[in-house]
Structures are given as C-alpha cells and as structure tokens.
C-alpha cells in the first residue's frame, strides 16, 4: 500500500539552526500538507502546496519556515532558524484530489534545544 | 469562525462493546469531515469520510453521522477492540477556506479487557 515517508523520525537541533525536513509524498498525489502537533495538542495546519506553489498557510508559517519541491518525488520544510517553541511533531500529508481525504506519513519528531 | 471541538477528552469502553465519540463544529459552511485515528508516535490515519449532502455512512465496523443541524458529527465503533484504542481527531475542511484540516483537539480512546 503505498504510503507518505517522511525523514528523519526524530531531529534534534540546537536553538537558532536550520533545519530541513523531508518527505515523500504517495507517488501520484497532486497535493502536499505540512502540519505540526505540539505534544498533548490537536494538529495543526501549516501550509499546503500544489502545482509547484503555496496555496495556503497559516498563521504559524512565518518568515522562519518555507516549503520546496525539489524534483518529483520530495517534499521539504525548512525552519531557517529554529526556535524553542517549534518543538514539535511534524507531520506531511498528501492528497490525490482537491477535497478528498490526506494521508499522513510517521512524522519527524523535533526537538530544539 | 473556523473551530472543531470534542466533547469528551477520554472514553473508556470495555472490549466488544460499542463506541461513540462525538465532535462539534462551529463552521456551517464546512462541507466535508474526516475521522482519522492517532496510535502513539504515528501519523493521523484516515478512518472515514462524510460529505455534507450526507447523514450517514458507513464503513467496516464504523458509522459516521452527521447532523448539519445541530453541527455535530459522531463516529461509532461497533465491537471495539484493543486495537482500536487510540486518540480519534475528528476534522473538517471548509471547501471556500481551501484544502486544509481543520482538526479538534482528540478523544482517547481506552479499551479495557
């Protein structure tokens, strides 16, 4: 069954660093979510992405963070300069069509220190 | 504004019975909802779908209802098992809000032998 991938499963990353973290999403899915889960919280929206663009983010998605599609298959956030606060489960999620269900890899857990 | 919210932080059901997890949503316009279920460190897995033009449907051992006029929306496990302890995340996705989850803050669910 295929399925969303997502490296590393844990980040650790001092304060003020940078820090990329990689997907890959179900191979003909056209849409692509970054979603985080502060520990004991509910998921949270970061940003989705189609045809090569952000097509929404949220309040969360600052400056600090940005998405890339490198090639055909990965997927990345990049936090330019992490901060305590982005501590976090971070979750990618794709979708095959506009509307319909997301299907969520394992998770990075970060950790900033 | 946009807001999910389950009534019940933890419910405990004793194997083979039935559950019932119930989530409130705010949006009216919100046409499209997602139960995805949360085992410790891994991912949101989709369980079942419910478009607004519905009131019910129905997978293996899962029934989804909605109630647009009370905006409320329940899932019902039937024979619950160990398997299916986990924390239950109901979502919605508001199709002129774009593409993203909006998620409600997670029910566990505890299965006792």
């Known amino acids: 069954e295929p399925e969303v991938t997502q490296t590393p499963s844990h980040q650790v990353t001092q304060m003020g660093q940078e820090v990329i973290l990689r997907c890959v999403p179900i191979?003909?899915?056209?849409?692509f979510y970054w979603y985080r889960q502060i520990l004991g919280q509910k998921v949270e929206f970061l940003v989705s992405f189609y045809n090569n663009e952000i097509s929404e983010k949220s309040e969360i998605f600052d400056d600090q963070f940005s998405v890339e599609r490198p090639d055909g298959s990965n997927f990345t956030l990049k936090i330019r300069s992490t901060k305590l606060e982005d501590s976090a489960m971070y979750f990618c999620?794709?979708?095959?069509?506009?509307?319909?269900?997301?299907?969520f890899g394992q998770g990075t857990r970060l950790t900033v220190v | 504004g946009e807001s999910v919210g389950l009534h019940l932080p933890t419910l405990s059901v004793q194997e083979g019975d039935n559950s019932i997890i119930n989530c409130a949503y705010s949006?009216?316009?919100?046409?499209?909802f997602i139960w995805y279920k949360q085992e410790s460190g891994k991912g949101p897995q989709f369980i079942i779908d419910?478009?607004?033009?519905?009131d019910k449907r129905q997978g293996q051992r899962v029934t989804v209802l909605l109630n647009k006029t009370v905006k409320h929306l329940s899932l019902q496990i039937a024979a619950t098992q160990p398997g299916d302890s986990a924390v239950y995340f109901c979502?919605?996705?508001?199709?002129?809000?774009?593409?993203?989850?909006?998620f409600g803050t997670g029910t566990q669910l505890k299965v006792e032998l």
């Open positions: 949006n009216s316009a919100s046409d499209y």
């Open positions: 419910i478009r607004s033009n519905m």
């Open positions: 979502a919605e996705i508001f199709t002129g809000g774009g593409n993203k989850l909006t």
């Open positions: 999620a794709s979708g095959g069509q506009m509307n319909t269900e997301a299907f």
């Open positions: 191979s003909n899915h056209l849409y």
